[in-house]
């Protein structure tokens, strides 16, 4: 007698969520729907994508790992705050990586890919005419990816995520001030060529000014922040009256 044939062992169908769930809590976070130390209500959020808690715990676990959250005994995760000098350290070392990832990314990039990058550019114009900050960051992280996708240096394209998603805590802060969207597709803009004309010392430039570019949009909203901060609130009426003598 014949017996049925073994079938492999299936994947538990929640697992297969994980991902999913993970790549919506970098959106909500990078995109400013979760601020640093806020609580991630798993219930709320199991409920908004029609699933169980379990997939959601999981993949608060893994952003864990990378250092999107941290966890507090019976509390569960929040949003991890980065300080200052992480974020300035995070833009220099972003800077070597593209310049990096530029410079071989010229030598051996594929029409596909250049195809692939001008659509994104396009986009990008599309969502600052909206203006939608949310779309165009969420593509702005795609250009860049596949930037580095195109180097085609498995290390490189090893570490980037690791590095990027700490960037999802605060990098959107300098897209906020007036006319940085269109700035920073300007710059995608002249990278684009620089890969096109498989220039490696440009796009290398050109890639390691752009990142800078970008910490230099932030330390600006930090100063910003500092201004607002120190700007003294309206008086009370009955303070600005003069006393009678």
Request: aromatic share 4%; proline share 5%.
């Amino acid at each position: 007698m014949l017996r049925p044939a073994a079938h492999p062992p299936r994947t538990p169908r929640t697992a297969s969520f994980v991902p999913l769930i993970q790549r919506e809590i970098e959106r909500m976070i990078g995109t400013g729907e979760l601020t640093g130390g806020t609580r991630i209500n798993e219930s709320t959020l199991a409920l908004r994508l029609g699933i169980s808690r379990g997939p959601v715990r999981e993949a608060c676990r893994a952003l864990e790992q990378i250092g999107l959250l941290r966890s507090e005994l019976n509390r569960g995760f929040f949003v991890r705050e980065v300080s200052t000098k992480e974020a300035l350290d995070l833009y220099d070392i972003r800077a070597g990586l593209f310049g990096t990832a530029g410079r071989l990314a010229a030598a051996i990039i594929t029409m596909v890919q250049l195809r692939a990058m001008a659509e994104l550019i396009e986009r990008m114009d599309a969502a600052i005419e909206a203006p939608d900050i949310a779309t165009f960051y969420t593509l702005n992280n795609e250009f860049h990816r596949q930037v580095v996708l195109a180097s085609d240096n498995d290390k490189l394209i090893e570490l980037y995520p690791l590095l990027e998603a700490e960037l999802h805590l605060f990098r959107r802060r300098g897209l906020v001030l007036p006319g940085s969207m269109r700035t920073s597709n300007d710059e995608h803009k002249a990278i684009f060529e620089a890969l096109r004309q498989s220039d490696g010392t440009g796009a290398a430039r050109l890639l390691e000014r752009h990142i800078l570019a970008g910490k230099a949009r932030f330390l600006r909203t930090l100063e910003d922040d500092s201004a607002t901060e120190a700007r003294p609130g309206p008086l009370d009426p009955r303070q600005s009256r003069p006393k009678d003598r």
